[in-house]
């Protein structure tokens, strides 16, 4: 497989002005006419004319109107080549065939549940037709779509509809016409038995935009939410960003086969199922918050994305990065921003430093891919949105809205690069943001340490800072980093110190006026080691340190326990609380993983669970932000801190805290249950979901008792829910012991729910994810459940991602996870690569455990590299994670 370079990169020798598509979309086969109008980006260019094209019949080629003969031009397996296009511009006309109710890779044009649809990001236009499949050429396009009407009744592209009518032999058609230049990843196509959920937008300047959800007609009922996300995006975008909708028409399409979340094709976005359908009774808080979240983001894409693109592919955080940053405000302005954030930090931990810090590390900006679609990463989206918000974080609210004003005015209609938007944001602020473009570049993840010192005599508090960023694959020696530490000291009542000025660099710099006093700063830390000096100190101080988590590093501070309790009980930056809880908790944990693997017993620190119950009974804090605050770190986050990583004994520790927090605490946790429960309707609020939140962490660290009352409680929980939130909390708690009450509350739960696929799906998950000791074996049989198929990506992402996610078992020491994955990562890359390459990524982590583990996980991927006809998808993967 060829690997693509970023510093390879050339501009094209042609750009393409109009493009105009007709499909006749058939149950055999389907046809493809382009015509294009082509200018070469020089005149007088003497560059061949390379179009991609993959698994597509060619069935005639017109240049000028004259059609080529064989000899003329040059096809092979991925592109056709016209040595000597005509000199200036000219149209290319081509027709192709192409089979979509053939393809499982979800790729190109193909059929979800009987409708046609399209997925082109990144490289999938290539396989609709043949085309400088790139996101630098950007076109106009007009699509015209002929279909069966009875089949396909409602046709569906981007832009505006402009015409449409009947045809002979039960036919119609539909032209759609996009009135702004957009990269064909962004083309889409839609044709089936939809229906819609109509609604309309008035813009702030007045134009009136008609919103449209289509799904299948009996699922319309469960679209209300995505059509509430849909306006309250709409309406945010205009009020933060003053950004715009620029069409009268946005459509929004659910298809249940789809290989990632959704798609932000222009005015037509495709979604997941999964991340439109929902009622209180099917789907969970979670799953309203991730519709939120989703519905946002594709719609913000409009602007950072659509209207403004990528230059190539290596720039993908350009638009990710900068959208995850934009759907992460949005969530958090739509309910509590402290929560949110520990939520994105949360995960950022659980699956991006793990990955940064293993053989498919790579920058934001990758240096070289062979398949693109592996790089969309936690790196290129959660890392690349930390990015964004250090942008922030060091240029205020009205400076980073400031740097967006001007990255629109300067790049509008425009493919550009990561540069573009840094220099956006320095010219529009006077801004020297120094070597902070490594952020784009270096991979891994830096370790900052700190230390301080109090000098009671000068008044002075110090912070030392040191910076080393690991090494990763092809890049063993790193510069230091710009990493802003936003930091705030507490006084002994807990209270923050006014600032008012520090030494750095040999020079007094002024933290702010006094009026009105400031009570953090954001110390900028550019070098390998540095000292930044508080004045006018008068006691010692605990220092709050990276309040917000304002960098993407991994901090280690002096901070002693007692500091870290006091933290917990006084930080006036609510993260930070959360953090401080979470650092004392995983020092509990690695000091008892080490005495579990020592053969001594386990003995829990009063004071830990002294300071987890007075969260858990404070009454004057948000009840989500306990939930989350008494939530242990995964075990996951614990694996990736140690030096050779012991799944057995993590879990063991973790599973020995949680039982023994639950028996201590019992009374308090009951309570809680108990006070939290409500009859009310459901209401995606946050008081509500915080509610919910509080009351099912209580019931799942009560589920670990061996307590019969325990069990009886989370059987009336269970009966008494009114909503899927509940309902599955109590599922999950009960399904934490194996035995007769588990099995015979999934099969309640699966014959309520079975003819509602989302909702099975959470079933084959919290199967798949049970720590069940040799639950690979129910996970085999799972397979062969009528409800099961291979073929869809959300059915694998449950069972088989669910599987993975299970440290115990898909790490079991007699290889059985391994195997079991190996097999299936085989069968999946011959339906889709895309699906396959994303679970033989639980492999990539295997050299961070022992021996015997390393052996049985090597001969997996040696044995999945060694099989014929492999994708370069999972080659990619799999021979990284090999080298
Ligand atoms: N921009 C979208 C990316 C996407 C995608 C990429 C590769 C393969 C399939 C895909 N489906 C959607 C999603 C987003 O970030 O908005
Ligand atoms: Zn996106």
Redesign the pocket.
């Known amino acids: 497989p060829k690997e693509i370079f970023l510093k390879d990169y050339k501009s094209p020798a042609f750009y393409f002005d109009t493009v105009d598509l007709k499909f006749s979309l058939g149950e055999e086969k389907t046809n493809v006419a382009s015509k294009i109008t082509v200018f070469p980006s020089v005149e007088g260019t003497s560059s061949p004319l390379v179009l991609d094209g993959e698994d597509l019949k060619l069935i005639s080629i017109k240049v000028d109107g004259k059609e080529l003969k064989e000899g003329d031009y040059h096809l092979d397996s991925r592109h056709l080549t016209l040595p000597s296009p005509p000199q200036g511009k000219f149209t290319l006309e081509i027709d192709t065939e192409i089979q979509p109710q053939k393809n499982t890779s979800l790729?190109g044009l193909y059929k979800s549940s009987g409708n046609f649809c399209t997925?082109c990001?990144?490289e999938g236009f290539r396989k609709i037709t043949f085309y400088q499949d790139r996101p630098d050429i950007m076109a106009k396009y007009i699509c015209r779509i002929e279909a069966d009407k009875s089949l396909y009744p409602v046709l569906l592209s981007n832009g505006n509809l402009i015409e449409q009518g009947v045809l002979e032999g039960g036919k119609h058609y539909a032209v759609w016409e996009d009135p702004f230049k957009k990269p064909c990843y962004l083309f889409a196509l839609v044709a089936g038995q939809l229906e819609s959920r109509d609604d309309v937008f008035v813009t702030r300047s007045g134009r009136k935009v008609s919103l449209r959800i289509w799904t299948p007609a009996q699922d319309v009922p469960k679209t209300a939410h995505a059509m509430y996300s849909l306006k309250a995006a709409m309406k945010w975008d205009e009020d933060v960003f003053g950004l715009e909708y620029d069409l009268d028409l946005f459509n929004v399409v659910a298809v249940p086969d789809?290989?990632?979340?959704?798609?932000?094709n222009k005015s037509l976005n495709i979604f997941n199922s999964k991340l439109v359908l929902a009622s209180p009774e099917t789907a969970s808080d979670a799953d309203y918050a991730a519709i939120l979240g989703v519905i946002g983001?594709?719609y913000f894409?409009n602007w950072t994305?659509n209207r403004v693109t990528c230059r190539d592919w290596f720039q993908l955080s350009l638009k990710?990065g900068l959208?995850v940053f934009r759907d992460q405000e949005f969530s958090s302005d739509m309910g509590s921003r402290t929560v949110k954030r520990i939520a994105d930090v949360s995960r950022l931990r659980n699956f991006q430093f793990p990955q940064d810090a293993g053989p498919m590390a790579h920058p934001v900006r990758p240096h070289s891919y062979i398949k693109m679609?592996n790089f969309?990463t936690g790196k290129v989206?959660e890392k690349g949105a930390e990015v964004v918000r250090m942008y922030k974080t060091l240029l205020g609210t009205q400076g980073f809205r400031k740097g967006m004003d001007l990255y629109f005015k300067r790049h509008d209609g425009q493919a550009v690069t990561c540069e573009d938007f840094f220099t956006a944001m320095q010219d529009a602020n006077g801004a020297d943001f120094a070597n902070f473009l490594l952020w784009y570049s270096q991979a891994g993840t830096p370790v900052v340490k700190v230390s301080s010192s109090y000098n009671a005599e000068a008044h002075t508090f110090s912070l030392k800072f040191s910076q080393e960023v690991p090494p990763s694959p092809g890049q063993p020696v790193k510069e230091p980093m710009f990493i802003p530490v936003a930091v705030g000291l507490l006084d002994s009542s807990g209270k923050d110190m006014p600032l008012s000025s520090l030494y750095h660099d040999g020079t007094l710099q002024s933290v702010a006026g006094n009026n009105p006093p400031v009570f953090d700063t954001v110390l900028r830390v550019t070098k390998k080691e540095e000292e930044f000096v508080f004045c006018d100190i008068f006691e010692r101080p605990i220092p709050s340190l990276l309040r917000g988590y304002s960098a993407p590093v991994r901090l280690e501070s002096d901070l002693s326990d007692s500091d870290l309790f006091f933290l917990l009980a006084h930080d006036s930056d609510e993260f930070n609380r959360w953090e401080a809880g979470q650092l004392l908790a995983r020092k509990l944990m690695l000091s008892l993983v080490s005495d579990f693997q020592q053969n001594k017993p386990l003995t829990l620190n009063p004071k830990f669970v002294q300071g987890l119950k007075s969260i858990l009974c404070d009454t004057g804090l948000d009840k989500e932000f306990i939930a989350k605050a008494i939530t242990l770190p995964g075990e996951g986050e614990i694996m990736d801190m140690m030096e050779v990583a012991d799944p057995d004994a993590v879990h063991a520790v973790r599973t020995f805290i949680r039982k023994e927090l639950a028996s201590q605490l019992k009374s308090e946790f009951l309570s809680t249950v108990q006070n939290n429960r409500s009859s009310e309707e459901y209401t995606f609020n946050h008081p509500n979901m915080a509610r919910r939140a509080l009351k099912n962490t209580a019931l799942a660290y009560l589920a670990s008792l061996e307590d019969p009352e325990i069990t009886e409680l989370a059987l009336c929980e269970y009966n008494a829910a009114t909503n899927m939130t509940d309902q599955f909390a109590a599922l999950a708690a009960i399904a934490q012991k194996p035995g007769k009450t588990r099995d015979d509350v999934l099969a309640d739960f699966y014959s309520k729910w079975q003819h509602d696929y989302l909702v099975v799906n959470k079933w084959f998950s919290l199967q798949a994810m049970s720590d069940i000791p040799g639950n690979v074996e129910n996970v085999r049989n799972l397979l062969n459940h009528p409800a099961f198929d291979l073929r869809n990506p959300n059915k694998v992402y449950s069972l088989i991602g669910g599987f993975c996610g299970s440290p115990v078992n898909f790490h079991a020491k007699d290889g059985s996870g391994y195997k079991f994955l190996g097999e299936i990562v085989l069968q999946l890359d011959k339906l889709n690569p895309?699906v396959a390459s994303r679970m033989v990524s639980a492999f990539s982590r295997w050299k961070r455990f022992d021996e015997s583990r390393q052996k049985l996980a090597k001969q997996q991927l040696e044995m999945i590299m060694s099989a014929n006809g492999l994708s370069e998808n999972v080659f990619e993967i799999a021979s990284k994670s090999l080298a």
Request: charged letters at 30%; hydrophobic letters at 25%.
């Open positions: 790729e997925q990001e990144a789809f290989n990632m979340g959704a798609m932000e983001h594709e894409h994305g990710e959208t679609d969309y989206y895309q």
